[in-house]
């Protein structure tokens, strides 16, 4: 079947126009003439493979990684950097149209200085029969990474063949993934391997052969099926916490902390978030969902009087309160541990209001307890910032529905060649 791709769907595959069948293409662009082969075609709509390429859209060029056509993860590789910044700007703007009468302008996507090379983590699946080090691909294959990734950082992409090897003489049952994780400016790297069972003595001895590749080593095991980290961890080899630089400070951050992979983005939103939270006036500010703290210290920094970081993991606010000391922010913030919900009763005890929020919650967003919390605290100004377009739009919603008016909307490409973007929004209580 001969069709021409006229749309795209919410994880970047090409969609045929209604009167050729609504069918799904992996790998397909907007403007593009493809063969497909139909997986139903008697249902007239669903997947699609992408046989060829009769003539490419403007937007199209030729794939860089030797995985595309399997790999899931830069599913948008084979769109020009335009093309992508684009698609990404689209889905932001289609998702706030949906829960929202007048969202406002969104405006073009902020791009990355790095196209490759970027990633400063990553998670692999270990084949079990061959012991491959492997991506998850298309239909939920495991694509083996015999030539590398060319997302990772080369800091990690240079470890591969020697982590490849050495799980070759592995003295038990093989992990089921690894988790590669590297402190760029700090020339710091850490690698977890997950286990269903309880590994044996030896495979505690077998990591002692990682030094010194690694800075630390870090075992897991009675993990749930999807999950990484199981019921039990322990850090065999290393320190409990490895660094990283960001905006001119030193963080520490634990095996399980969350923390931007692309720095240079990174830094792109705390100086947006800053310009218009960390301003002369606004005194009082709360960082919530703070993590290990950077945007509550760069505020620190800025001016701010006093910062409020809060966040559910317990292990993140020990290493905020500690980051806060390595760069000398302690006076100006404060680390509490609490979870989303009850967290605006809790925060109007024992703090009371603020003039400023700051919340990066996780992709399933604030949700109607975090949305609770937060409108509980009545701050004037609102800066969220979102990892996932159809969460933010839901919670955007809300805010809107008690009173909120949304001032800026800018999605910043943080992930080139895949389908993810972030988001930061301005909100302002209206009078």
């Known amino acids: 079947m001969i069709v021409t791709i006229g749309g795209h769907c919410f994880d970047g595959a090409g969609k045929c126009p209604a009167s050729q069948g609504v069918w799904k293409v992996p790998g397909a662009v907007p403007g593009d003439t493809v063969r497909i082969r139909p997986l139903f075609p008697e249902r007239g709509r669903g997947m699609a493979e992408l046989l060829e390429v009769i ?31 684009e698609f990404k700007r689209a889905i932001v703007r289609d998702c706030l149209e949906r829960f929202l009468p007048e969202p406002g302008q969104v405006q073009p996507v902020v791009p990355s200085s790095r196209a490759w090379g970027y990633r400063t983590k990553a998670i692999l699946r270990v084949a079990r029969r061959s012991g491959l080090l492997c991506m998850m691909g298309q239909g939920r294959q495991l694509v083996p990474l015999t030539q590398g990734c060319m997302a990772l950082l080369p800091a990690l992409s240079s470890i591969l063949e020697r982590v490849q090897s050495l799980l070759k003489i592995i003295p038990d049952s093989l992990p089921d993934m690894l988790m590669l994780r590297a402190g760029r400016r700090t020339h710091m790297i850490q690698i977890a391997f997950a286990f269903r069972e309880p590994p044996s003595v030896k495979v505690f001895s077998w990591c002692r052969e990682f030094l010194p590749l690694a800075n630390q080593v870090v075992l897991t095991w009675h993990r749930d ?4 980290w199981g019921a039990a961890t322990e850090v065999v080899i290393g320190d409990p916490e490895i660094q990283e630089i960001l905006s001119g400070m030193r963080f520490f951050m634990g095996h399980r902390d969350f923390f931007q992979s692309n720095l240079e983005q990174a830094e792109w939103m705390h100086r947006w978030v800053g310009e218009r939270i960390g301003v002369p006036g606004i005194r009082r500010v709360l960082d919530l969902c703070c993590g290990v703290g950077p945007f509550a210290l760069d505020l620190a920094r800025r ?7 809060i966040d559910e993991n317990r292990g993140a606010i020990l290493r905020a309160r500690r980051n806060a000391w390595e760069n000398a922010l302690q006076d100006r913030t404060v680390f509490l541990a609490h979870g989303l919900k009850g967290a605006g009763r809790f925060l109007l005890a024992k703090v009371g209001r603020f003039d400023g929020v700051v919340v990066d919650p996780p992709r399933g967003g604030l949700a109607r307890e975090g949305c609770d919390s937060l ?3 009545k701050p004037e100004w609102i800066a969220y910032v979102s990892c996932h377009p159809f969460t933010l739009a839901q919670d955007l919603s809300r805010l809107w529905r008690e009173g909120y008016a949304i001032r800026e ?4 490409d943080v992930y080139p060649q895949t389908r993810h973007v972030e988001i930061l929004v301005l909100l302002q209580k209206a009078r």
């Open 303 to 309: 001016g701010c009087e006093t910062v409020v970081g």
């Open 225 to 228: 099926a999807e999950a990484f």
């Open 409 to 412: 909307i800018q999605p910043v």
């Open 375 to 377: 409108l509980a605290l």
């Open 55 to 85: 003539e490419p859209s403007p937007a199209r060029r030729p794939c860089a990684c030797p995985h595309a056509n399997v790999c899931m993860g830069c599913a948008l590789q084979q769109r020009t950097d335009a093309s992508q910044r």
